[in-house]
């Protein structure tokens, strides 16, 4: 039950305070009462217990790959 | 225009030859045994779920933590839910995987149901807000369990509740917070550690200071780390490094889901809705600061005080050792019940029900 996963944002009700958010075709609507900082359309959220818990910062996920792709690089160099 | 996180970038998070390149370093810089604890059932189901606990080397040691929000859900505190399930009029809002866990007679929700009680399974608490909408004549009893990262949304749907005037929606607040369970846990001289995995989603709430003490007063290496192989591997590098270098520390390596203050504004929103209280966990036992109750004006969604019924300390089921298995001391297919009288068709204690349980993994992968 603790599960939580990252879904794209589809759309937002700023009215209901309720976004549709999507991963792999699965739908879900989910709450937006605790994000800390406003996503948009085309965001990924964290997604858990119906409830969007944070945006993913898109920057620090390549910025990590990018660590992780260096460290191979210089292995094979 | 900055690149967007789509499903490729996090695939990319299982990149079978970025797996190799860390699993190589992690073997040829491994100092010395390592046992390492990871607190977070979704960390324990994505270390046998990607085979890394086959493909790290013999001298790491893995170890299960208290980190499963059904497994560490007390006895009393399944007897007093089963208790508020045959009471009049109360419908049970739960989620799924409660439905299973045995009480002290050997009973649960599910068998509760069978024998008449009115039981619900939701998604999410404020879905539990729509069947007291759709229920007025009945109370709705919300079961929250789970850590930091659940107890901001049951704390969200109350606050809804009281703005709707929903004076039928009650919560029974069984949450747990993390950082004192793991001081009880180090504090245990029974339990031998070197370092700690800590909870990725429970750490988006509450941030990397809240575990400081670990590594000051614990000297524990502990990484909040992703559920992607990469991130766990990467976790046990920085693991290694930092026994490499005897200077032990808390890590960030989430950052990309983990601000380094967490979430104020969950935290706000728990705070106002809940304080700080001792709770029973299993395994456990009693730990001071370690629960959340109904604060002030927020206590009248209270079920056990509305309901009449209290949480006893009460004993294990006879022969199950889930606390040892929740606190690393005992490894679940040790436990003498493990895959003969316990399997998740017939679970004896909690660890086998939930999926993210300790045995329930063990059952599934490394049988």
């Not at chain 2, 999410?124 to 879905?127: C, Q």
């Given at each position: 039950m603790c599960l939580a996963v990252p879904m794209e944002v589809k759309s937002i009700n700023t009215e209901l305070n309720v976004a549709d958010v999507e991963i792999a075709g699965v739908k879900r609507q989910v709450r937006l009462?605790?994000?800390?900082y406003p996503a948009s359309v085309g965001d990924y959220v964290i997604v858990h217990a119906g409830f969007a818990l944070r945006r993913l910062d898109r920057e620090d996920a390549l910025e990590t790959l990018k660590l992780f792709q260096e460290g191979l690089n210089l292995q094979f160099n | 225009m900055a690149p967007k996180t789509t499903p490729d970038t996090l695939a990319k998070f299982k990149d079978p030859a970025l797996c190799r390149n860390l699993l190589d370093r992690i073997r040829a810089e491994l100092p010395g045994p390592l046992a390492f604890m990871e607190v977070c059932g979704t960390h324990t189901v994505a270390i046998f779920q990607s085979g890394l606990r086959s493909l790290l080397p013999e001298e790491i040691r893995h170890l299960s933590g208290p980190g499963c929000p059904v497994c560490v859900t007390h006895e009393g505190e399944v007897a007093a839910f089963l208790e508020l399930a045959r009471k009049d009029n109360v419908i049970i809002a739960t989620f799924g995987d409660l439905m299973r866990v045995p009480g002290p007679k050997g009973t649960s929700l599910k068998q509760a149901q069978a024998e008449g009680c009115r039981i619900e399974i939701v998604y999410?608490?404020?879905?539990a807000l729509a069947l007291a909408r759709k229920h007025p004549e009945s109370r709705i009893v919300f079961l929250g369990v789970g850590f930091e990262t659940t107890a901001p949304t049951v704390a969200a749907t109350i606050k809804v509740a009281k703005e709707q005037g929903l004076e039928n929606f009650l919560v029974f607040a069984m949450h747990k917070l993390v950082p004192p369970a793991l001081a009880a846990l180090l504090q245990d001289p029974e339990v031998n550690l070197d370092a700690l995995i800590l909870p990725g989603h429970v750490s988006t709430i509450i941030g990397v200071e809240p575990y400081r003490f670990l590594a000051e007063q614990h000297g524990v290496p502990s990484i909040i780390t992703g559920f992607e192989p990469l991130d766990i591997l990467q976790a046990l590098l920085l693991i290694i490094d930092q026994r490499k270098t005897g200077r032990p520390q808390v890590v960030n390596q989430y950052s990309r889901a983990v601000a380094d203050d967490g979430n104020p504004k969950a935290r706000e929103i728990m705070a106002e809705v809940f304080t700080v209280s001792d709770a029973l966990w299993r395994g456990l036992g009693r730990i001071p600061d370690s629960g959340l109750a109904l604060a002030g004006e927020y206590q009248r969604f209270d079920a056990l005080t509305t309901l009449g019924v209290e949480v006893q300390d009460l004993p294990p089921l006879?022969?199950?050792r889930c606390g040892d298995v929740l606190k690393g001391?005992?490894?679940?297919?040790?436990?003498?019940?493990?895959?003969?009288?316990?399997?998740?068709?017939?679970?004896?204690?909690p660890c086998m029900v939930s999926t993210e349980g300790s045995c329930a993994a063990y059952y599934k992968y490394a049988l």
């Open positions: 009462d605790i994000i800390d | 999410s608490a404020f879905d006879p022969g199950c001391k005992m490894q679940p297919n040790n436990c003498p019940l493990f895959s003969k009288s316990c399997t998740p068709a017939t679970p004896v204690g």
